[in-house]
């Protein structure tokens, strides 16, 4: 009997990653569960509730995001919301069920007084008992250092894609600057979340390379989104070429291989999965998700869809830092376990 510990290794060959990913589905799938039954509870899944902040009006050129001031997406642009509407929403989320709640700005990055404003709210949706996260762009250190010492839990801040495919995709930043923030997230002692995105048109390559990157950071990220790409019409991307569900399931596989003691997220494009897809991402390693009718500005499963997939998969939320038993144990009238 091991301890496990030789599974989380951050020296992975790409040629390594690769060859996961030429493996026949079945071989891939019961390495993938045997590591994730190892090191994670796999009837447990970490449920998150998305808020956008600050919508709409940003000046990078991402093509797959609805808003970039770039594209003409029909987006409402707002402007950044009050603390109070942001604890209403952070209240909320956690009386339905979700033990973290994540704070997204259309934002390059921070500027101004921005971030004291942010600070603010991290502090009022921490003492609601909610783990925070945040996604406003690249930091420099002082941000992420101030956002750290507001109670800020988790950064996300992702990749997206391979560093070769980047390029198709972004031209207003470089990977090296989100490595940069990625870094200096780390370093202020916030935890990691960085994931990627998969139906833009990126190779198995690019799959692979994206995932080497992240697993060969001095510190695995916590929390790993795989995002499938929402086609948002007037988006560059709006008619990019459907995704191979079963690439879904194989690229969260090979994330839970090579980053056995991370959370990886079934994220963006659940809307357009069925049931039986998500519970073959449950079974190949995902163990987290975000709860809520809307993600960022485009939408996700109702409460009651998943209240319902998580009962057919007897699957539990993962209990929060400062959640009520009675909200994580099935009894709640309205949580995802109910
Ligand atoms: N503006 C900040 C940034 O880009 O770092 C934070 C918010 S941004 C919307 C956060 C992430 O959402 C992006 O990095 C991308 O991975 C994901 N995202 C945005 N639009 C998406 C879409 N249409 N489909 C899937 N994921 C998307
Ligand atoms: C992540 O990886 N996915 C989330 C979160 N991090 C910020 C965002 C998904 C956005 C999907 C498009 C939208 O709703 O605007
Ligand atoms: Fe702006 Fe973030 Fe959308 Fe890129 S992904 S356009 S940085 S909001």
């Known amino acids: 009997m091991t301890d496990g510990l030789e599974d989380i290794r951050h020296n992975w060959r790409r040629e390594e990653v690769e060859e996961l990913f030429r493996q026949p589905f079945n071989d891939l799938l019961h390495r993938a569960h045997v590591l994730h039954r190892r090191h994670q509870q796999v009837n447990t899944v970490q449920v998150s509730t998305l808020l956008s902040i600050k919508t709409g009006g940003c000046p990078e050129d991402c093509k797959y995001c609805p ?5 003409d997406t029909g987006l409402q642009r707002e402007e950044l919301l ?3 509407e942001v604890v209403e929403a952070a209240r909320a989320a956690r009386d339905a069920g979700a033990t973290r709640f994540c704070m997204g700005a259309a934002w390059r990055s921070p500027k101004g007084r921005d971030l004291e404003r942010v600070a603010a709210m991290i502090g009022e949706v921490k003492a609601l008992g909610l783990e925070t996260c945040a996604t406003l762009g690249m ?3 002082q941000q ?4 750290h010492r507001a109670g800020l839990d988790y950064y996300n801040h992702n990749l997206d894609t391979s560093e070769a495919f980047y390029g198709e995709i972004i031209t207003t930043r470089t990977y090296q600057d989100r490595l940069d923030t990625l870094e200096r997230v780390r370093d202020a002692g916030m935890k990691v979340c960085c994931g990627g995105i998969l139906g833009m048109g990126e190779s198995v390559a690019d799959r692979a390379s994206m995932l080497h990157t992240l697993a060969t950071l001095p510190a ?4 790993v989104p795989v995002n499938q790409l929402v086609r948002v019409p007037g988006t560059p991307l ?10 879904m399931v194989r690229t969260i596989a090979v994330a839970r291989i090579l980053m056995p003691g991370a959370h990886v997220r079934l994220s963006a494009g659940r809307s357009a999965m069925s049931d039986e897809l998500q519970a073959l991402c449950f079974f190949a390693g995902a163990n987290s998700i975000f709860y809520g009718e809307q993600l960022l500005t485009t939408g996700n499963p109702g409460e009651d869809a998943d209240q319902n997939l998580f009962r057919r998969l007897g699957l539990t939320p993962e209990p929060g830092p400062g959640v009520p038993d009675s909200l994580s144990g099935g009894d709640a009238k309205e949580g995802v376990a109910g």
């Open 82 to 84: 009050d603390t109070g």
């Open 67 to 71: 808003q970039s001031v770039r594209f």
């Open 220 to 223: 695995h990220p916590e929390s």
């Open 238 to 247: 709006e008619d990019a070429q459907p995704l191979d569900p079963l690439d």
């Open 144 to 147: 992420a250092q101030a956002l």
């Open 139 to 141: 930091l420099d250190a």
